[in-house]
């Protein structure tokens, strides 16, 4: 069995590095060596924990020229993607450390009239070693959205990237101990697919799996075993509908840069586009416009760079290819705009809607456009997806009223993808997109576990958990209740 693998350029097909595979024998060494360094990490306390946080999201910062060519390096996208990608991983660390108290602190309940002589509290207690598990298109945004927030929680991580993203995963780990001086709160492991399996069967309390929905499932199934809970972030098929009131030049420019920056290669990208046929031709217009002079090509020069997995343009020529013999038209570039490791801008327009172009998330630079003859439809063919992962909307009036009937875990009004930078709220989806949510009170929360603590304070006469309950007690409880209509608090 093979050892080490190798990290590869996408660009020019060159070894970056050559890293161990973890075995399985040494992953559970590192989960046995997370549940020493919880005591440490999680006796420091919120004041202590965010006092680290706080300089870990500053080192970020420091360093993120360093970071953002390494992950150049390693996924091909270009440094300017990079940096912004690695500034919001900075933000997010920093929400979570500076909030974490407030959202986690001891809530106090009310007893209810029957347990009036009770105070009720709900404590929240960090689940001990958690790990996270991450894939390579945003290798440092996307998996700190777990590692931060368990964290801050109190838990100890252990991280798997993606093969395709080693050396980015080692480098966060890195910064961190050398910001908290101390390297097993936050530990790496490198590997394949065997060694985020194995992690899944070491005893960790938890599994933050961010990465397609095929291998969520094996994910899950494993964790099954243990009842290990998982937080699923999987892929999307994300829809835009554009209203006839929308701002079109707006939501042309936006979507443009949705579906093609990083070489379509993002989960809450968009991927199919509904647009009002009243505004269609103009929309359409713009967007071909727009998409025309975007190139893919070196990241130092170009928009975006090539596909970082190289099978992957397989699947978006796949897409194409099926999109246009079921009758879609190619409005610009098609089967020929793949070229080599680079994929060109692809915009397809109406495209029957079980085509793999609109059933399967692509990953790559390509957009659908669908003309609908209402907002309705719009909502039902966004809605009829195996996906619900985010969603955008354009519209001056109807924004809200859409977004509400969307069945997905984010919607975007008049913007896209804004709600990944927002820190104060969940990110995640439903359906085939997942379940469990990351940034937000509750991405720290799902780090957590409820402890309630019910104190007698003094004692009741009416004694209900007793054998000396009377007849009398219990026709009392239910009159109180009847007159009280169910109410006790
Ligand atoms: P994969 O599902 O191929 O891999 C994700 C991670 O799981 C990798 O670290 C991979 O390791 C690991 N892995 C593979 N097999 C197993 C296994 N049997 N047990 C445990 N872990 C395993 O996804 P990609 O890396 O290709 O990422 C792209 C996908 O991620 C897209 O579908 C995209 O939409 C989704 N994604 C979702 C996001 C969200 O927040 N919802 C954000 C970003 C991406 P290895 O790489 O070594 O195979």
Request: proline residues 5%.
């Amino acid at each position: 069995m093979a050892k080490t693998f190798q990290s590869l350029n996408p660009l020019t097909g060159d070894v970056i590095a050559t890293y161990p595979i973890t075995t399985t024998a040494q992953v559970y060494e590192a989960t046995t060596i997370a549940y020493d360094a919880f005591e440490r990490w999680s006796a420091l306390g919120f004041r202590n924990r965010r006092k680290v946080l706080l300089a870990y999201s500053e080192a970020i910062l420091k360093e993120i020229d360093r970071i953002a060519d390494l992950v150049t390096l390693e996924t091909g996208k270009p440094h300017s993607d990079a940096k912004l990608e690695i500034a919001l991983a900075a933000h997010h660390v920093a929400w979570a450390a500076r909030n974490v108290e407030s959202i986690l602190r001891t809530a106090h309940r009310s007893p209810g009239l029957l347990m009036a002589n009770m105070s009720a509290t709900v404590e929240r207690s960090p689940l001990g070693a958690v790990g996270v598990i991450g894939p390579w298109n945003y290798p440092v945004f996307t998996p700190m959205g777990s590692i931060a927030y368990a964290l801050a929680a109190g838990n100890t991580v252990i991280f798997k990237p993606s093969e395709y993203t080693p050396g980015v995963g080692i480098e966060l780990a890195e910064l961190f101990a050398e910001v908290a001086g101390d390297g097993e709160f936050f530990q790496v492991i490198t590997g394949l697919g065997e060694t985020g399996a194995a992690l899944c069967e070491s005893g960790v309390k938890k599994v933050a799996f961010t990465g397609s929905t095929a291998t969520a499932k094996k994910v899950a199934a494993l964790c099954a075993a243990t009842l290990t809970p998982v937080i699923a972030e999987c892929g999307g098929k994300d829809p835009v509908i554009v209203a006839d009131d929308a701002n079109l030049s707006a939501a042309a420019e936006a979507t443009v840069w949705s579906a093609l920056s990083n070489a379509g290669q993002t989960c809450i990208a968009a991927e199919r586009v509904y647009v009002d046929e009243k505004v269609a031709d103009v929309f359409i217009e713009k967007v071909i416009e727009i998409a025309t002079n975007i190139h893919a090509g070196n990241p130092q020069s170009a928009h975006y760079g090539p596909a970082t997995m190289p099978t992957q343009n397989m699947i978006i020529q796949l897409h194409i290819k099926d999109a246009l013999k079921k009758g879609g038209v190619a409005a610009l570039g098609g089967p020929k705009s793949i070229q080599g490791n680079f994929v060109q801008p692809v915009i397809l327009v109406d495209v029957p809607e079980n085509s793999l172009a609109i059933t399967d998330e692509t990953f790559g630079p390509t957009l659908v456009i669908n003309r609908v003859p209402d907002m309705d439809t719009a909502i039902a063919l966004s809605n009829a997806s195996r996906y619900g992962l985010g969603a955008s909307v354009w519209s001056r009036r109807q924004g809200k009223k859409i977004a509400s009937q969307l069945q997905c875990g984010m919607v975007a009004i008049n913007s896209t993808i804004s709600f990944a930078s927002v820190a104060s709220v969940p990110f995640g989806g439903v359906k085939d997109s997942g379940y469990g949510r990351i940034h937000g009170p509750e991405g720290l929360l799902e780090f957590t576990y409820p402890r309630t603590v019910v104190r007698a304070r003094f004692k009741m006469p009416l004694a209900i958990t007793s054998f000396n309950r009377t007849e009398k007690t219990d026709r009392l409880i239910v009159k109180i209740l009847t007159i009280l209509r169910g109410r006790l608090s």
